[in-house]
């Protein structure tokens, strides 16, 4: 219960790995690649706790909530420690995750949760263009995929703001491309990490030991051994068919509550610092 984990999560598509591989290029953190399996045990564990017939079984049984509870954290705490190498600070990027924050503060109340907010306009597209597939998700289609974009981030979003300000810090993931230095430097503030110049130069780390360690299985890996650059930013622009822009704010209420314009076509994210402006391959903003 005294480990002060990293949590990394999001609706996929978000930054999540950007964030973690800026993070995993830190001499003190080591986050690596995605478990798959905490998400689906902590979904299991909230359906057995959420069964008033299960849960009175199992106290006759004399395992009880808080036995439960405690032989979860040792089960995620074990799969974290033990599939990477050692460091002063762990991390675990499982963007489902995030859908426990309540449960997981419980286990771990040292946590502190990164949450990467995206436009989701960009974040579906990312998903169709790149035929990812996400269980509960349709990603057949944009009007689908935008609806149940809303519906994951609302979850997480309130989880977050559940938690408190002090545990949960919502992150822009447009914010970090065009700002990474202000950014970074307010994220590791928040995690009580000290400051190193190697978060900004995460591409250099890909592959060294102590550094950035990708799947090859994993698509969105593609793009970081890459600096921080804007070329994601707006490439979903000119791909969401007209019927479905003309009813974005209903579709998706949750992009104006994250602070997007709906009806901004192309968006206005901002203008990006020199360093990542003068970054080869960068898409011009509008």
Known sequence: KDVPLVWIG??????????????????DVRCGEETRVIPRILGVHQAITKTD???????????????????????????IS??????????????F???????????????????????????VHSIISRKVSIKGFDVTSYRGALKDWNRAISTMYSECLAIGASVCLPIHYEQLVLHPKTQMIKILSFLDIPWSDTVLHHEQMV?????????????????????????ALTKWVGHIPTDVREEMSKLAPMLANL????????????????????????????
């Open 10 to 27: 999001g609706v996929p598509r978000s930054g999540t790995t950007l964030m973690r591989a800026m993070l995993d290029a830190h001499p």
């Open 53 to 79: 017939i299960e849960m009175k079984r199992l106290r006759e049984a004399h395992i009880t909530e808080d036995v439960l509870n405690d032989a979860l954290a040792a089960y995620i705490l074990t799969i």
């Open 82 to 95: 033990s599939h990477g190498e050692s460091a002063p600070r762990l991390c675990n990027k499982d963007p």
């Open 97 to 123: 995750a995030l859908r426990s924050m309540q449960r997981i503060s419980k286990m771990f109340p040292k946590s502190k949760f990164l949450l990467m907010l995206r436009d989701g306009r960009a974040t």
């Open 207 to 231: 592959g060294r030991n102590g550094g950035v360690s990708l799947s090859k299985y994993k698509l969105s890996t593609d793009q970081v051994d890459k600096p921080v650059n804007t070329g």
């Open 259 to 286: 602070g997007y314009d709906p009806s901004a076509y192309p968006p206005k994210y901002g203008t990006p610092d020199e360093r990542v402006a003068d970054v080869k391959g960068n898409a011009s903003l509008s």
